[in-house]
Protein backbone atom coordinates (compact mmCIF):
# COMPACT_ATOMS: atom_id res chain seq x y z
CA UNK A 1 0.00 0.00 0.00
CA UNK A 2 1.19 3.35 -0.47
CA UNK A 3 2.41 5.47 2.39
CA UNK A 4 4.19 8.70 3.64
CA UNK A 5 6.45 9.20 5.93
CA UNK A 6 7.59 12.30 7.75
CA UNK A 7 11.14 11.90 9.30
CA UNK A 8 9.78 13.99 12.72
CA UNK A 9 6.88 14.43 15.05
CA UNK A 10 8.17 17.66 16.67
CA UNK A 11 10.36 19.97 15.64
CA UNK A 12 11.18 23.06 17.60
CA UNK A 13 13.66 25.86 16.34
CA UNK A 14 14.50 29.62 17.45
CA UNK A 15 13.76 32.13 15.22
CA UNK A 16 16.10 32.70 12.34
CA UNK A 17 17.12 29.22 12.04
CA UNK A 18 16.73 26.90 9.11
CA UNK A 19 14.37 24.59 8.48
CA UNK A 20 14.13 21.10 6.75
CA UNK A 21 11.01 18.50 7.69
CA UNK A 22 11.98 14.91 5.93
CA UNK A 23 8.90 13.30 3.59
CA UNK A 24 9.38 9.91 1.92
CA UNK A 25 6.97 8.03 0.34
CA UNK A 26 6.64 4.80 -0.96
CA UNK A 27 5.03 4.23 -4.81
CA UNK A 28 7.09 3.62 -7.70
CA UNK A 29 5.09 5.16 -9.79
CA UNK A 30 4.30 8.88 -11.21
CA UNK A 31 3.51 10.89 -8.46
CA UNK A 32 1.91 14.34 -7.52
CA UNK A 33 3.73 15.87 -4.11
CA UNK A 34 2.16 18.47 -2.09
CA UNK A 35 3.02 20.68 1.72
CA UNK A 36 -0.11 21.80 3.28
CA UNK A 37 -0.10 23.80 6.58
CA UNK A 38 -2.18 23.76 8.92
CA UNK A 39 -1.95 26.53 11.59
CA UNK A 40 -3.40 26.89 14.67
CA UNK A 41 -7.20 26.63 14.68
CA UNK A 42 -6.98 26.84 10.74
CA UNK A 43 -7.48 24.61 8.37
CA UNK A 44 -5.53 23.04 6.06
CA UNK A 45 -3.67 25.33 3.59
CA UNK A 46 -1.27 24.75 0.59
CA UNK A 47 1.83 25.58 0.70
CA UNK A 48 3.62 24.22 -2.47
CA UNK A 49 3.14 21.00 -4.83
CA UNK A 50 5.42 19.38 -7.12
CA UNK A 51 3.75 17.64 -10.41
CA UNK A 52 6.06 17.64 -13.04
CA UNK A 53 9.52 19.57 -14.05
CA UNK A 54 12.04 21.76 -12.00
CA UNK A 55 12.29 19.31 -9.00
CA UNK A 56 13.15 22.61 -7.16
CA UNK A 57 9.60 24.17 -6.37
CA UNK A 58 8.68 27.32 -4.16
CA UNK A 59 5.98 28.04 -2.24
CA UNK A 60 4.36 30.33 0.07
CA UNK A 61 5.79 32.37 2.70
CA UNK A 62 9.46 31.82 1.55
CA UNK A 63 9.40 27.85 1.53
CA UNK A 64 10.57 25.57 -0.94
CA UNK A 65 10.84 21.78 -1.57
CA UNK A 66 12.67 19.68 -3.83
CA UNK A 67 11.87 16.60 -5.37
CA UNK A 68 14.43 13.64 -5.61
CA UNK A 69 12.67 10.86 -7.47
CA UNK A 70 15.91 8.38 -6.69
CA UNK A 71 15.34 8.92 -2.70
CA UNK A 72 11.29 9.14 -2.91
CA UNK A 73 11.75 12.33 -1.08
CA UNK A 74 10.02 15.64 -1.38
CA UNK A 75 11.49 17.58 1.95
CA UNK A 76 10.21 21.05 3.03
CA UNK A 77 12.95 23.67 3.61
CA UNK A 78 13.23 27.49 5.03
CA UNK A 79 16.75 29.22 5.32
CA UNK A 80 14.99 31.35 8.01
CA UNK A 81 12.15 30.58 9.90
CA UNK A 82 9.71 32.68 11.72
CA UNK A 83 7.61 32.54 15.47
CA UNK A 84 4.64 32.61 12.87
CA UNK A 85 5.73 29.22 10.90
CA UNK A 86 4.60 27.42 14.07
CA UNK A 87 1.99 24.80 12.65
CA UNK A 88 1.59 21.38 11.79
CA UNK A 89 3.27 21.08 8.22
CA UNK A 90 1.51 17.22 5.90
CA UNK A 91 3.18 15.81 3.14
CA UNK A 92 1.16 14.23 0.84
CA UNK A 93 0.93 12.27 -2.26
CA UNK A 94 -1.26 11.74 -5.29
CA UNK A 95 -0.04 8.82 -7.64
CA UNK A 96 -1.27 8.40 -11.07
CA UNK A 97 -3.66 5.18 -9.80
CA UNK A 98 -5.08 7.09 -7.06
CA UNK A 99 -7.17 9.08 -8.17
CA UNK A 100 -8.58 11.93 -5.66
CA UNK A 101 -6.81 9.76 -2.68
CA UNK A 102 -4.48 11.86 -1.50
CA UNK A 103 -2.28 9.98 1.17
CA UNK A 104 -1.09 12.31 3.87
CA UNK A 105 1.95 11.69 6.22
CA UNK A 106 1.15 11.99 9.75
CA UNK A 107 2.52 15.21 9.97
CA UNK A 108 5.57 17.34 11.81
CA UNK A 109 4.25 19.83 14.32
CA UNK A 110 6.53 23.03 14.28
CA UNK A 111 7.03 25.15 17.53
CA UNK A 112 9.33 28.68 16.66
CA UNK A 113 10.15 29.82 19.52
CA UNK A 114 10.42 33.80 20.01
CA UNK B 1 -14.02 32.77 -4.98
CA UNK B 2 -14.90 32.00 -2.04
CA UNK B 3 -13.34 28.62 -0.23
CA UNK B 4 -14.61 25.38 1.01
CA UNK B 5 -17.43 25.80 3.47
CA UNK B 6 -17.88 23.18 5.94
CA UNK B 7 -21.60 22.88 8.09
CA UNK B 8 -21.93 23.11 11.26
CA UNK B 9 -17.80 23.47 12.86
CA UNK B 10 -18.74 21.75 15.53
CA UNK B 11 -21.23 18.71 16.53
CA UNK B 12 -21.79 16.55 20.02
CA UNK B 13 -23.67 13.24 19.50
CA UNK B 14 -24.25 10.07 22.02
CA UNK B 15 -23.27 7.24 20.81
CA UNK B 16 -25.73 5.11 18.46
CA UNK B 17 -26.70 8.33 17.36
CA UNK B 18 -26.55 9.22 13.25
CA UNK B 19 -24.83 12.40 11.77
CA UNK B 20 -25.09 14.52 8.89
CA UNK B 21 -21.76 16.82 7.44
CA UNK B 22 -22.04 19.29 4.85
CA UNK B 23 -20.08 20.54 2.36
CA UNK B 24 -20.09 23.34 -0.45
CA UNK B 25 -16.59 22.94 -2.67
CA UNK B 26 -15.11 26.17 -4.31
CA UNK B 27 -17.52 27.34 -6.80
CA UNK B 28 -16.87 25.45 -10.40
CA UNK B 29 -15.21 22.54 -8.61
CA UNK B 30 -17.08 19.34 -9.09
CA UNK B 31 -15.18 16.76 -7.29
CA UNK B 32 -14.99 16.63 -3.44
CA UNK B 33 -13.26 14.70 -1.38
CA UNK B 34 -14.19 13.53 2.57
CA UNK B 35 -10.96 12.86 5.31
CA UNK B 36 -11.62 11.78 8.75
CA UNK B 37 -8.07 13.83 10.73
CA UNK B 38 -7.40 11.99 14.39
CA UNK B 39 -4.06 12.73 16.36
CA UNK B 40 -3.62 9.28 16.51
CA UNK B 41 -4.10 8.37 12.51
CA UNK B 42 -3.87 11.36 11.16
CA UNK B 43 -5.48 12.14 7.96
CA UNK B 44 -7.39 9.30 6.07
CA UNK B 45 -9.46 9.25 3.01
CA UNK B 46 -13.09 7.91 3.60
CA UNK B 47 -14.27 8.57 -0.28
CA UNK B 48 -14.35 11.00 -3.13
CA UNK B 49 -17.70 11.91 -4.88
CA UNK B 50 -17.23 13.43 -8.71
CA UNK B 51 -21.11 14.16 -10.91
CA UNK B 52 -22.98 12.36 -8.28
CA UNK B 53 -20.89 9.59 -8.44
CA UNK B 54 -18.56 7.83 -5.68
CA UNK B 55 -15.78 7.96 -7.91
CA UNK B 56 -12.38 6.43 -5.17
CA UNK B 57 -13.11 4.96 -1.25
CA UNK B 58 -10.70 4.55 1.54
CA UNK B 59 -11.09 1.67 4.08
CA UNK B 60 -13.54 2.69 6.52
CA UNK B 61 -17.00 0.46 7.59
CA UNK B 62 -20.17 1.41 5.65
CA UNK B 63 -21.69 2.98 8.44
CA UNK B 64 -19.70 5.96 6.82
CA UNK B 65 -22.08 7.11 3.30
CA UNK B 66 -22.25 10.29 1.31
CA UNK B 67 -23.54 11.68 -1.68
CA UNK B 68 -23.30 14.49 -4.40
CA UNK B 69 -25.85 16.61 -5.21
CA UNK B 70 -26.42 18.37 -8.87
CA UNK B 71 -24.86 21.53 -7.72
CA UNK B 72 -22.03 19.56 -6.61
CA UNK B 73 -22.50 20.12 -2.99
CA UNK B 74 -21.83 16.53 -0.83
CA UNK B 75 -23.14 15.26 2.42
CA UNK B 76 -21.41 12.62 4.76
CA UNK B 77 -22.97 10.69 6.77
CA UNK B 78 -22.03 8.23 10.00
CA UNK B 79 -24.83 5.86 11.26
CA UNK B 80 -24.71 4.33 14.83
CA UNK B 81 -21.80 6.47 16.19
CA UNK B 82 -19.17 5.22 17.73
CA UNK B 83 -16.71 7.17 20.46
CA UNK B 84 -13.83 5.87 17.91
CA UNK B 85 -15.89 8.65 15.37
CA UNK B 86 -15.02 11.26 17.28
CA UNK B 87 -12.36 13.43 14.91
CA UNK B 88 -12.38 16.32 12.70
CA UNK B 89 -13.79 15.46 9.24
CA UNK B 90 -12.64 17.74 6.18
CA UNK B 91 -13.85 18.06 2.89
CA UNK B 92 -11.28 19.14 -0.11
CA UNK B 93 -12.40 20.14 -3.24
CA UNK B 94 -10.74 20.25 -6.98
CA UNK B 95 -11.80 20.74 -10.37
CA UNK B 96 -12.02 16.87 -10.73
CA UNK B 97 -11.28 16.55 -14.40
CA UNK B 98 -7.54 16.04 -14.54
CA UNK B 99 -7.10 12.46 -12.92
CA UNK B 100 -4.69 12.76 -10.37
CA UNK B 101 -3.20 16.00 -11.48
CA UNK B 102 -5.04 17.81 -9.17
CA UNK B 103 -5.15 19.96 -6.16
CA UNK B 104 -7.06 19.76 -3.16
CA UNK B 105 -8.28 23.09 -1.38
CA UNK B 106 -9.59 22.12 1.97
CA UNK B 107 -12.38 23.54 4.08
CA UNK B 108 -12.21 24.39 7.70
CA UNK B 109 -13.29 20.94 8.86
CA UNK B 110 -16.44 20.02 11.06
CA UNK B 111 -15.43 18.86 14.71
CA UNK B 112 -17.39 16.02 15.80
CA UNK B 113 -17.69 14.53 19.30
CA UNK B 114 -19.34 11.35 20.19
CA UNK B 115 -20.23 10.93 23.95
Aim: hydrophobic share 30%; glycine share 10%.
Amino acid sequence: AQSVSQHNHHVILSEAASLELGCNYSYGGTVNLFWYVQYPGQHLQLLLKYFSGDPLVKGIKGFEAEFIKSKFSFNLRKPSVQWSDTAEYFCAVNGDNYGQNFVFGPGTRLSVLP
Amino acid sequence: KAGVTQTPRYLIKTRGQQVTLSCSPISGHRSVSWYQQTPGQGLQFLFEYFSETQRNKGNFPGRFSGRQFSNSRSEMNVSTLELGDSALYLCASSGGDRGYQETQYFGPGTRLLVL
